[in-house]
């Protein structure tokens, strides 16, 4: 069985600061896809970066990276010079072949002005 | 032009009643969801559809049956509507492709509330 696992439930960054969101994820499966999603109080899901798995390199777009790590099958998200508007929630999600999507529990970051 | 379009955005049922949601995707995608996103906000998959086919039922009561007339439409009725359903709805779709499949897009959710 695939699990994603978010065990910040709660954070906070002051605005301009960074800050980094933990995931965990449990999988057999060797070809994969990590996905990080944002969710705004207007509820609309939004992706924010993606992760394959048989890339070394961590993704990065604008002011979000991945530190994904497969052996520890770890994939944190940074965020670098936050913005009152990266206030959300945040959601792991793992996708393995046949196109299953398995989402954490979320994390919701609020950014202090 | 929307990508994942579900309609209605909000619906609010007495108990018992029966309702249904709607999902439309013009992405070409083949591979369609329903999740449904409790108070806490966690993201529970219901159903997948892959080209009109059921690829996954998670436990859900049979209450809830998808229909799916064809790849770009996939639409969640529920029977006998319980104060427990209330929830947000999301439909989402992506493309299959193995390994290689592409991330999920969502629609704008609909919000049940069950009275």
């Known amino acids: 069985a695939q699990t994603v696992t978010q065990s910040q439930p709660e954070m906070s960054v002051q605005e301009a600061e960074t800050v980094t969101l933990s995931c965990t994820y449990d999988?057999?499966?060797?070809?994969?896809?990590l996905f990080w999603y944002k969710q705004p109080p207007s509820r609309q899901m939004i992706l924010v970066i993606r992760?394959?798995?048989?890339?070394?390199q961590n993704a990065t777009e604008n002011r979000f990276s991945v530190n994904f790590q497969k052996a520890a099958k770890s994939f944190s998200l940074k965020i670098s010079d936050s913005q009152l508007g990266d206030t959300a929630m945040y959601f792991c999600?793992?996708?393995?072949?046949?196109?299953?999507?398995?989402f954490g529990t979320g994390t919701s970051l609020t950014v202090i002005p | 032009d929307t990508a994942v379009s579900q309609t209605p955005k909000y619906l609010v049922t007495q108990m018992g009643n029966d309702k249904s949601i709607k999902c439309e995707q013009n992405?070409?995608?083949?591979?369609m969801y329903w999740y449904k996103q409790d108070s806490k906000k966690f993201l529970k998959i219901m159903f997948s559809?892959?080209?009109?086919?059921?690829?996954i039922n998670e436990t859900v009561p049979n209450r809830f049956s998808p229909k799916s007339p064809d790849k770009a439409h996939l639409n969640l009725h529920i029977n006998s509507l319980e104060l427990g359903d209330s929830a947000v709805y999301f439909c989402a779709s992506s493309q299959w492709g193995g390994a290689r499949g592409t991330e999920a897009f969502f629609g704008q959710g609909t919000r049940l509330t069950v009275v």
């Open positions: 992760q394959e798995a048989y890339k070394q």
């Open positions: 992405l070409g995608h083949d591979t």
């Open positions: 559809y892959n080209n009109k086919e059921l690829i």
């Open positions: 999600a793992f996708m393995f072949s046949g196109n299953q999507f398995y």
């Open positions: 999988t057999s499966e060797n070809n994969y896809y």
